[in-house]
């Protein structure tokens, strides 16, 4: 047996798999939206690119693109920012390293789903541990405008970890000599972070954005734990607006239209990260 | 001086880190009526009632034993598949190597929306909702592009002489993927099998539309959906949370640094 025909017997599996489990759905997610499919009634007609011509029109559509816009760009920022700070205050030298990064990773391993219940109690306006250190009375899940910052705020948290893992291991790879040598030509520290430090991380930064950029753009458990979308769906995100849709009134195919637009969003936003790489990879 | 400063921001990060969690595990401990005042912030009798209460009536054991069997046999299957295809891609093919790879990157992009409703129309038409079965292929199959990433990196590093050497030794391609690539991955097949098992412990979505009844419902979804009479049962709710976090932290202390090299290996080389 030739190596590529032994090959194909160990792909198989694995490629089969994920044929029928993630592009077959895709494939049918897509004919569902453009079908007007009501599961209670037993109603499925075709109607062409009507669902996606109604979406146009829906300004609670518009209203969780915007909100899922904001919360990408201001979790993902926030993450970079912090991540950042933490990979570098645990890239110095100290005693119980292993200690520390256990510490910072715990945020990552605990359950979406237990930390925004973690965080509701947190934020609770009339016992919440939130209100007595900072001497507050905030409503911060009743109100409209803290109510998206307070989804925020958590996802920072459970998500900085990863963020500083990753760029840790990026500072890690950075040779000890570039610093010295920078030091020798009289570099203080501000401009060792900003000539050697930032340009060596950069690739790093980019991976960790592209990873990150796609998962806050499809953010559905933090949400819809935290706040279900409410107060008056000013915390509703894409992916918690057609889940309401698919699942709660059973228009199978609006919702549907729904996912096939957050599918679209997220495969432009890797489309547009890839190109950003791509060039800087061909400048070098 | 700086030293010192360094230890004080240290100590913040890790206040910052763990605060939430601590502050759950002091309101699980914490009597009803003490969690409706604030201060003091310590419950005066620790108590252990909120534990008691969640795990009478036996429905979040079963939910824990659905939890464990889902996350186990995900992992076994994920593991099992997709070492299969890396060892096929880092030892064995030539060509549209970098094809697959691609085409399995791009699917772990795949929005879990975009999918989910397919997927339930699918599982309940051939009679698999509110089953194990129908969260382990889902998971199964969600794992594999990590799977493959991380293992397809690890594989490579093995020098091919060893898979030759066996080779001319009269192994078949599967005993030298069984007896010789597996055994020497072990580090990097251990680092996957941690993230596969959190991932899957942790999943809400699919959860959440796959299964209906406590036949097959996970930790996530119970404690979303967590019942209660009149109001929110702060303290049940702190006493399940700590309990399915605990076997995650210890997860976390016992393998950091496998955890540490599978995140940044699933990156870095990706």
Redesign the interface.
């Given at each position: 047996m030739k190596r590529s025909e032994a090959a194909t017997w160990f792909i198989a599996p694995a490629l089969l798999l994920l044929a029928a489990v993630t592009i077959y759905p895709i494939i049918h997610v897509i004919y569902l939206s453009l079908h007007r499919k009501l599961l209670i009634f037993g109603i499925s007609e075709f109607v062409g690119l009507q669902n996606f011509l109604f979406l146009l029109k829906d300004g609670r559509f518009w209203g969780a693109l915007g909100n899922t816009a904001y919360f990408t760009a201001l979790s993902v920022s926030g993450e970079l920012i912090l991540g950042l700070a933490l990979a570098l205050l645990m890239n110095k030298a100290f005693s119980g390293k292993g200690f520390v990064r256990a510490m910072v990773l715990i945020p990552w391993a605990i359950p979406t789903v237990v930390s925004a219940k973690m965080w509701e109690w947190m934020y609770n306006g009339d016992f919440g541990i939130l209100n007595y250190l900072l001497g507050t009375k905030v409503n911060w899940l009743g109100d409209p405008f803290w109510a998206l910052h307070a989804a925020i705020m958590m996802d920072v948290w459970k998500t900085t970890p990863f963020v500083a893992i990753l760029l840790l291991a990026g500072l890690q790879l950075i040779p000890p000599d570039l610093y010295s040598a920078a030091r020798i030509d009289g570099a203080g520290p501000f401009r060792l972070f900003r000539h050697v430090t930032l340009p060596l991380i950069k690739p790093m930064i980019l991976i960790v954005l592209i990873f990150r950029s796609l998962d806050a753009f499809r953010v559905f458990d933090a949400v819809y734990v935290l706040t279900g979308g409410g107060p008056a769906n000013t915390t509703e995100t894409l992916s918690v607006y057609a889940y309401k849709v698919l699942f709660q009134t059973l228009q199978i195919g609006y919702g549907s239209a729904l996912a096939v637009v957050v599918f679209i969003c997220v495969g432009l936003i890797a489309i547009g990260f890839i190109g950003i790489m791509g060039r800087r990879v061909a400048y070098r | 001086m700086r030293?010192g400063l360094?230890?004080i921001?240290?100590m913040l990060?890790?206040f910052?880190?763990?605060g939430?969690?601590l502050?759950?595990l002091i309101?699980s401990l914490k009597m009803d009526y003490e969690?409706?005042?604030?201060?003091p912030?310590l419950p005066e009798n620790p108590s252990l009632v909120h534990y008691i209460a969640i795990f009478k009536g036996r429905m979040f054991l079963r939910v824990i034993a659905n939890s464990a069997v889902v996350a186990s046999l995900t992992t076994l299957f994920a593991l099992a598949?997709?070492s299969?295809?890396s060892?096929?891609?880092a030892k064995?093919?030539?060509?549209y190597k970098a094809l697959?790879l691609g085409?399995?990157l791009?699917?772990s992009?795949?929005?879990?929306?975009?999918?989910?409703?397919?997927?339930?129309?699918?599982i309940r038409s051939i009679g698999l909702r509110d089953t194990w079965w129908a969260l382990i292929?889902?998971y199964?199959?969600?794992s594999?592009?990590l799977t493959?990433w991380i293992l397809t990196s690890f594989f490579r590093e093995l020098p091919d002489e060893i898979y030759y050497a066996a080779r001319v030794d009269g192994c078949t391609?599967f005993q030298s993927?069984y007896r010789i690539v597996l055994p020497l991955s072990a580090p990097g097949i251990f680092a996957t099998a941690i993230l596969v098992f959190?991932f899957s412990?942790?999943e809400?979505?699919y959860a959440l539309?796959l299964t209906s009844t406590q036949a097959s419902r996970t930790?996530?979804?119970a404690?979303?959906l967590?019942p209660g009479i009149h109001e929110i049962p702060?303290g049940e709710?702190?006493a399940a949370?700590v309990t399915?976090?605990a076997p995650?932290?210890i997860?976390?202390?016992a393998f950091?640094?496998r955890?540490?090299e599978g995140?940044?290996g699933g990156?870095?080389k990706?």
């Open positions: - | 030293k360094l230890y921001s240290l990060v890790i910052y880190s763990v939430p969690l502050w759950q309101t969690l409706t005042r604030i201060p912030l598949i997709g299969l295809c060892f096929g891609l064995l093919a030539t060509r697959i085409f399995v791009s699917i992009m795949f929005p879990p929306i975009a999918t989910v409703s397919p997927l339930y129309l699918v292929i889902t199964t199959t969600f594999l592009p493959i391609p993927y959190i412990w942790n809400f979505l539309t930790i996530p979804v404690i979303a967590f702060w709710i702190a949370s399915v976090t995650l932290i997860l976390v202390f950091q640094r955890i540490i995140l940044t990156a870095v990706g």
